[in-house]
């Protein structure tokens, strides 16, 4: 049986022990729901203290057990809201400006990006987001005839569907709709609508696949 030799941080205070936990739930919330009692006693609180002081100075809504890390940045002035659905975890260092609408069960990792600009940004259920993904829900005017920053600023929206699974480093262009079940690889730039179930990649993205032709998953 191992011993505190084999496991020094055993010798370490407590409060330093649940300091890392903390960092290490900042990077990896999908940890969070795993928890088990011992660690929920810290972990609750914290993280109920967190939501609610984002919420009394934003239009912040959280749904139940959402994760949100100490880094993470959302912003929403009202009639710009971000909804947080139930089960939902928000990774260290992502940038959120509402409007925003998450559903359940979704993973965002860290160092995410998303401006719903005015139309907004819509993530389906149980959605995974990779890290440093970007989602930009609006564009500027590209008239040769004046500055970029004098023209006017668009915006058309972005929506995924459920089941959705955007690889690290994508980045979704404004009025792109990603249908359900859909996977986007990783570093992948999306300019057009990606139907349901299709394996899309690249710069720009197109299809490389679909998840129908993938053998079936069968637990056990």
């Known amino acids: 049986m191992a011993n505190d030799i084999d496991r020094p941080w055993r010798n370490y205070p407590p409060e330093q022990l649940i300091e890392q936990h903390k960092q290490r739930l900042n990077f990896m919330p999908w940890l969070y729901p795993s928890l088990k009692a011992k660690a929920l006693a810290w972990a609750l609180p914290w993280q109920q ?31 710009r809201d ?5 089960g939902s975890h928000i990774g260290a260092d992502s940038f959120l400006h509402g409007p925003v609408r998450i559903g359940k069960g979704v993973g965002i990792n860290h160092g995410c990006s998303f401006d719903g ?45 459920n089941d959705v699974w ?16 859909a996977v986007i690889g990783m570093g992948s730039v999306v ?13 720009p993205a197109k299809k490389i696949g679909d998840r129908r032709d993938k053998p079936d998953y069968h637990p056990g």
């Open 191 to 203: 300019t057009k609508a990606v139907p349901a179930y299709e394996i899309w990649a690249g710069n």
């Open 117 to 161: 600009g005015k139309l907004g940004i819509t993530i389906g259920d149980h959605c995974r987001i990779a890290a440093n993904v970007k989602i930009y829900a609006f564009n500027h005017g590209l008239g040769s005839n004046a500055l970029v920053v004098d023209q006017p600023v668009t915006s058309r929206g972005v929506t995924l569907g």
């Open 82 to 86: 971000i909804v947080v659905g139930d």
């Open 166 to 181: 955007l690889g690290t480093g994508v980045s979704i262009c404004d009025g792109v709709e990603i249908g359900d079940h």
């Open 49 to 79: 203290s967190l939501q609610a002081r984002l919420s009394a100075f934003e239009t912040v809504h959280f749904g139940e057990r959402c994760f949100i890390a100490e880094t993470a940045r959302l912003f929403a002035e009202r009639g």
